[in-house]
């Protein structure tokens, strides 16, 4: 039987009408599911009226919240495709993904009315015919989401798209300076909360907090997996590791999901005379490894910490960790889910020994189809059937894998993917530099922060002024922190920057 992931949430309403869905803990506003839906089907008997259809992009550059669950939910309802929008991106980067999707419609937040703004006065620039803005004031040529919803009819609008067609394209920054438009269907997303839901350790009756970015995969698939089992999902429109520690006790959250960095400000947060005793169990933690005396310390909490590792390619799922491996084997991210395959292997394509390192590789019915509008990336994406992650590991006898490298060259900053090509590509852009290579390097803050290495014409040019160029070019969690001169940037003979030998040259931290 193929799903329509939007019809999922009318069969919750159905099964436990009464039970509590959601909980925005800014607004204080609590839904049932039967709520919910009902908005949910405004919101599709709305975007139907505007002519939106099947395969028609929308996008959403939305925070954390009601508008952002109901909205996707309705998208997928009339078979159309979500486009969540990374909301730390400036209008630049945001004109790009909008105009290669093509997406008619931009529901966002009064936070990005500015950029919202500035988009529409570049014409047509993009695609977008019609703006919705959620809160505050609404900016001319944009419709007020509220009175736009009320006007709608909660009936049960008729479901379009399953299987194979388009649920959600998914951007991620690119190798070659361009964001990837990942693309999946609700049938890879039914598998992703299949594996999901056979691997972790929900529970009738959780409670999830959720203060992720829902335009993330990490924080979207576990969300909608809350939908899937009839949990509670508590919402954070940003997160604040004091605010988080007063949701936990007031709505007796018993899961969530946090990167590293936040389990730091967590437990920096942490009063044993309020929080001890907390009915917070376990948490899922992803986007770097997570310390060993990180994991040792929330154990003393009685709290677990289970390591993910997955991508957006993946819909998220790929190896997770549990209960008493979590410590026994604390640096490992675990096994495979349950209906994924993982394979390590040598360049050859042959199978590593154990322990031995190599590449990741991942198979299941939740991988991607493909790049949107990127069929050669695809192809040395995908093959065979499997995704070819770049990331390099291990994998023991037992079949547990630890992660040894990055993502080609990526790093990771604040949790967020930030692929040095694309701000050499903008550094490149300034008339004074003439060679540019970027490294991340530690950051007390952010656990990795990017590091300019530029060769320049002018030698007036300042570690300032390099630093300047990035901004507005990029979001703020990719602008250049720290910025080194040099003659010559290393490279192999093919041309290829020697990033290795970069990070053996500046260790030193951004801050």
């Known amino acids: 039987m193929t799903v329509n992931i939007g019809d999922l949430l009318r069969r919750r309403a159905h099964h436990d009408p009464d039970h509590e869905a959601l909980v925005e803990s800014a607004s204080g506003r609590r839904l049932n599911y039967r709520e919910l839906n009902a908005r949910s089907n405004r919101v599709a008997n709305g975007l139907g009226a505007l002519g939106v259809g099947k395969g028609d992009r929308v996008a959403l550059l939305l925070m954390n919240g009601t508008e952002f669950v109901e909205s996707f939910y309705a998208i997928a309802k009339i078979g159309a495709v979500n486009v969540p929008l990374n909301w730390r991106l400036v209008a630049e980067e945001l004109e790009f993904i909008l105009a290669d999707a093509g997406a008619t419609v931009l529901v966002h937040s009064v936070e990005f009315a500015g950029i919202a703004a500035e988009l529409r006065s570049r014409g047509d620039a993009t695609a977008i015919e019609y703006w919705i803005q959620v809160g505050g004031d609404t900016e001319e040529g944009a419709s007020d989401y509220d009175d736009w919803l009320a006007a709608q009819s909660d009936a049960e609008p008729e479901l379009a798209g399953s299987g194979e067609d388009l649920l959600f394209i998914m951007y991620t920054s690119g190798t070659t300076g361009l964001p990837k438009g990942v693309m999946h269907t609700h049938e890879t997303v039914m598998w992703a909360m299949h594996t999901v839901a056979a691997t972790t350790d929900f529970r009738v009756d959780d409670r999830f907090l959720n203060s992720l970015p829902m335009f993330h995969v990490a924080a979207l698939t576990p969300c909608l997996c809350v939908v899937y089992r009839g949990l509670t999902l508590v919402i954070m429109r940003a997160f604040d590791p004091n605010e988080a520690w007063k949701q936990i006790e007031a709505e007796r959250i018993t899961t969530t999901l946090l990167v590293p960095a ?172 003439v060679d540019a290579a970027v490294i991340g390097v530690p950051s007390t803050k952010w656990g990795e922060s990017p590091l300019a290495v530029v060769v320049v014409t002018d030698e007036a040019l300042t570690a300032e002024d390099v630093m300047e160029h990035t901004r507005g070019k990029l979001a703020p969690f990719k602008t250049v922190k720290r910025v080194e001169f040099v003659t010559e940037i290393p490279r192999n003979p093919s041309g290829k920057i020697l990033k290795r030998e970069l990070r053996q040259r500046y260790p030193e931290p951004a801050d």
Not at 277 to 287: D, H, I, K, P
Not at 301 to 330: F, K, N, S, W
């Open 262 to 433: 936040m389990l730091q400000f967590m437990l920096a947060a942490y009063d044993a005379e309020r929080h001890a005793g907390s009915t917070l169990r376990w948490v899922m933690s992803g986007a770097a490894p997570v310390p060993l005396e990180l994991i040792k310390t929330y154990a003393s909490m009685d709290i677990e910490i289970h390591q993910v590792y997955g991508l957006t390619e993946t819909c998220g799922p790929a190896c997770l960790i549990t209960g008493e491996d979590a410590l026994a084997r604390a640096g490992s991210t675990g096994r495979a889910f349950f209906h994924t395959d993982v394979r390590v292997v040598r360049d050859d394509g042959s199978d590593c020994d154990p322990d031995e390192p190599g590449e990741v590789l991942v198979s299941g019915p939740h991988i991607m189809t493909g790049y949107w509008n990127r069929p050669e990336a695809t192809a040395d994406a995908v093959i065979d059937g499997w995704l070819h992650t770049g990331d390099v590991a291990t994998m023991d006898d037992d079949g547990f894998v630890t992660i040894v490298d990055r993502i080609k060259d990526m790093l990771i900053s604040g949790g967020e993917n930030v692929y040095p090509a694309e701000i050499e590509n903008v550094l490149l852009g300034h008339p004074a530099i």
